[in-house]
């Protein structure tokens, strides 16, 4: 069975929240999909509902002698042949993504970094669900990421930010609740890093020490960071620890099986130009270019770094600024719990 084009299908009849003014999303290309073939100009299929949006939505209560609210109520939905499904759709998929829809996530506004891509809540989403399920099937690199809190500030980013999650109410200690409070922070740091953009190339500020001299670093291979979290080379080798070893195995797993939700991470994400290129030659350079292209793959690969070598990420040691640290959002932690409510009533398989 082909995934692609039944989710394709089944989102050109139906949709699983009501499109509104400023949502991003995949009901919002849904939307945008069925005004283009009907030739009203929506602007693009982008996912953002914006006024090019609206006004295509004006032109088409017009031609069917409705109210042009550029609003969609329920004459217009008929009108459009939309129809509004209440519950989840049988593909997990699917239905990981409306709980994201339905949940406004998307709106969020990051300080210091304004919106994300809607494609980033998708890949988080469908990451955390993923880990969600291996987490109850005794998975060993799951168990890596929720074992108990190390005390030291270098090493363990829950254990360093344990004050900041207790504040918003994060201060259980279960397996599962360990993996939400992980995945909380994994937002705010993805955000800080590359404002959720999976495409992200390494750091060009490195060039001009971002206006420091002292902080001129010279790019090579294994220290020119890429992808969402802009993890470079260096993380893996040498491989001379557990730890070491544990993040190597994760990069061969998924080069064997690289599969990384990239149709999901990539919806509304703005690909530079300079995001393409890739620094040097060698491991270093094929593993920036692979960081890019499976997003999953570096989700898990933090996931476990975090709680090992938490000060590999500029963020994490600056707790506490607010304009260079990691910003904790208690919406994060609500979308993870509708996640788990979820799968813990529909127990669906690897999304």
């Not at 980013?157 to 360990?178: F, I």
């Not at 090992?308 to 919406?331: A, F, L, M, S």
């Amino acid at each position: 069975m082909n995934w692609q084009s039944d989710f394709v299908k089944e989102m050109s009849t139906k949709i699983y929240t009501i499109p509104a003014f400023g949502d991003k999303g995949i009901h919002v290309e849904t939307l945008q999909s069925l005004l283009q073939s009907m030739g009203y100009n929506t602007g693009g299929i982008d996912g953002d509902f914006g006024k090019k949006t609206r006004n295509a939505i004006r032109e088409f209560q017009q031609q069917q002698g409705i109210p042009d609210t550029g609003m969609l109520d329920a004459a217009t939905l008929s009108a459009l042949q939309l129809v509004l499904e209440t519950g989840y759709a049988a593909d997990p998929k699917l239905a990981l993504t409306t709980i994201v829809d339905r949940s406004g996530i998307c709106r969020t506004v990051w300080s210091n970094r304004g919106g994300a891509p809607h494609g980033f809540y998708y890949g988080m989403v469908l990451s955390y669900a993923n880990f969600y399920r291996r987490l109850k099937a005794n998975d060993k690199v799951v168990k890596e990421m929720v074992k108990a809190l190390v005390a030291d500030e270098k090493k363990d980013a829950l254990y360093k930010y344990r004050d900041v999650l207790e504040n918003n109410g994060m201060n259980a200690s279960a397996p599962r609740d360990m993996l939400r409070k992980l995945f909380v922070l994994m937002f705010g740091l993805a955000i800080m890093e590359s404002t959720g953009r999976h495409c992200c190339g390494w750091d060009r500020g490195k060039l001009t020490g971002w206006g420091d001299s002292d902080e001129i670093v010279t790019p090579k291979p294994e220290n020119s960071e890429a992808g969402l979290f802009q993890i470079s080379y260096d993380i893996l080798y040498p491989a001379s620890t557990p730890f070491k070893n544990l993040l190597s195995s994760i990069y061969t797993s998924y080069k064997q099986n690289p599969d990384g939700y990239i149709g999901f991470f990539s919806k509304g994400a703005v690909c530079k130009p300079e995001d393409a290129d890739n620094f040097g030659s060698g491991e270093g350079e094929l593993f920036q270019q692979f960081s890019k292209q499976c997003p999953a793959f570096t989700v898990e690969l933090a996931a476990v770094a975090l709680r090992y070598d938490c000060n590999h990420w500029g963020p994490i040691r600056q707790k506490g600024n607010t304009e260079k640290g990691v910003e904790i959002k208690k919406e994060m932690e609500v979308l993870l719990r509708s996640v788990e409510s979820y799968l813990d009533a529909n127990n669906p398989n690897t999304p």
